[in-house]
C-alpha cells in the first residue's frame, strides 16, 4: 500500500470485506484537497466533488472533510490511518511533498513542539538554529561544544539528543541532534532519523516508513 501527504494523510476504508478505498491527502487548501485515489496519480478535488467513491465535503489548511464509501471521516495533517475490512491501524508512514525548488519540506514536532523541517540526507544528524532551540525548550549549553562548517566557515554548535521527533505519524525517541549558532538555517530532518525510516521517492512525492 501507498501512503501520500506534506504533512500526511492515508485513510483505506472498506465498504465490504472484498472493498476497500485506499486515501492518500497530499496537500490541504481552504476548500481544496490534493489526493491520491487507490495509488492513482495526485489529483485536486474541491469541496463538493466526488472521484472513485470520494467525496470532499469540506477542507481547511489543517483538515478536511471526506465521505468515503458513504462514511464521514475527518482527515488532520499528520494523521495516518490504514483501514481494511472494518479494522483500523495506525501506520508509521509520513508522506512528504517537494517544494517548487525541489526540496522537501515536513511539518513536524521536537520535544512537543511544532517545526518546519526541510529533507538533508547530507546531514548526519538532525540541525538546529539556536533561534528554534529557544524556541522548542532545548538546553544545548548542556551538550558537549563542537563546531560545525558552513557556507560562511566554523560554527560553533552544540551535541544534544532530542526527547522525541516526529514527523507524519513517525514518532522517534532519544534522536541525535546539532544546536548551531548564527546564520538563517532551516531545521536539517537529518540522518539520524532518517536512517531509520525505509525512504522512496516517486516524483514530487517521498515516502518515510518508520524501519525501527
Given at each position: 500500500?501507498?501512503?501520500?501527504?506534506?504533512?500526511?494523510?492515508?485513510?483505506?476504508?472498506?465498504?465490504?470485506?472484498?472493498?476497500?478505498?485506499?486515501?492518500?491527502?497530499?496537500?490541504?487548501?481552504?476548500?481544496?484537497?490534493?489526493?491520491?485515489?487507490?495509488?492513482?496519480?495526485?489529483?485536486?478535488?474541491?469541496?463538493?466533488?466526488?472521484q472513485?467513491?470520494?467525496?470532499?465535503?469540506?477542507?481547511?489548511?489543517?483538515?478536511?472533510?471526506?465521505?468515503?464509501?458513504?462514511?464521514r471521516?475527518?482527515?488532520?495533517?499528520?494523521?495516518?490511518?490504514?483501514?481494511?475490512?472494518?479494522?483500523?491501524?495506525?501506520?508509521?508512514?509520513a508522506?512528504?511533498?517537494?517544494?517548487?525548488?525541489?526540496?522537501?519540506?515536513?511539518?513536524?514536532?521536537?520535544?512537543?513542539g511544532?517545526?518546519?523541517?526541510?529533507?538533508?540526507?547530507?546531514?548526519?544528524v538532525?540541525?538546529?538554529?539556536?533561534?528554534?532551540?529557544?524556541?522548542?525548550?532545548?538546553?544545548?549549553?548542556?551538550?558537549?561544544?563542537?563546531?560545525?562548517?558552513?557556507?560562511?566557515?566554523?560554527a560553533?554548535?552544540?551535541?544534544?539528543?532530542?526527547d522525541?521527533?516526529?514527523?507524519?505519524?513517525?514518532?522517534?525517541?532519544?534522536?541525535?541532534?546539532?544546536?548551531m549558532?548564527?546564520g538563517t538555517?532551516p531545521?536539517?530532518?537529518?540522518?539520524?532519523?532518517?536512517?531509520?525510516?525505509?525512504?522512496?521517492?516517486?516524483?514530487?512525492?517521498m515516502?518515510?516508513?518508520?524501519?525501527?
Amino acid at each position: 500500500m501507498k501512503a501520500m501527504t506534506i504533512a500526511g494523510v492515508l485513510l483505506a476504508t472498506a465498504a465490504s470485506p472484498a472493498l476497500a478505498t485506499d486515501l492518500n491527502v497530499v496537500g490541504l487548501f481552504p476548500n481544496k484537497a490534493v489526493v491520491q485515489i487507490n495509488g492513482g496519480a495526485p489529483r485536486t478535488l474541491t469541496a463538493g466533488q466526488k472521484q472513485e467513491g470520494v467525496l470532499l465535503l469540506s477542507s481547511e489548511r489543517e483538515s478536511a472533510v471526506f465521505e468515503i464509501d458513504g462514511k464521514r471521516r475527518t482527515l488532520k495533517l499528520g494523521q495516518q490511518q490504514v483501514s481494511r475490512a472494518g479494522t483500523l491501524d495506525t501506520a508509521s508512514t509520513a508522506v512528504i511533498s517537494a517544494d517548487s525548488r525541489g526540496h522537501f519540506f515536513a511539518n513536524g514536532q521536537i520535544n512537543g513542539g511544532s517545526v518546519r523541517m526541510v529533507v538533508d540526507t547530507g546531514a548526519t544528524v538532525i540541525a538546529i538554529p539556536i533561534n528554534d532551540a529557544i524556541r522548542l525548550g532545548i538546553d544545548y549549553k548542556k551538550g558537549e561544544e563542537t563546531s560545525m562548517s558552513t557556507a560562511n566557515g566554523l560554527a560553533a554548535a552544540w551535541k544534544v539528543k532530542l526527547d522525541t521527533v516526529r514527523v507524519g505519524n513517525i514518532t522517534m525517541n532519544g534522536i541525535d541532534a546539532v544546536v548551531m549558532e548564527g546564520g538563517t538555517m532551516p531545521v536539517l530532518l537529518g540522518m539520524s532519523f532518517l536512517n531509520r525510516t525505509e525512504m522512496r521517492r516517486e516524483g514530487q512525492m517521498m515516502t518515510l516508513t518508520k524501519r525501527f
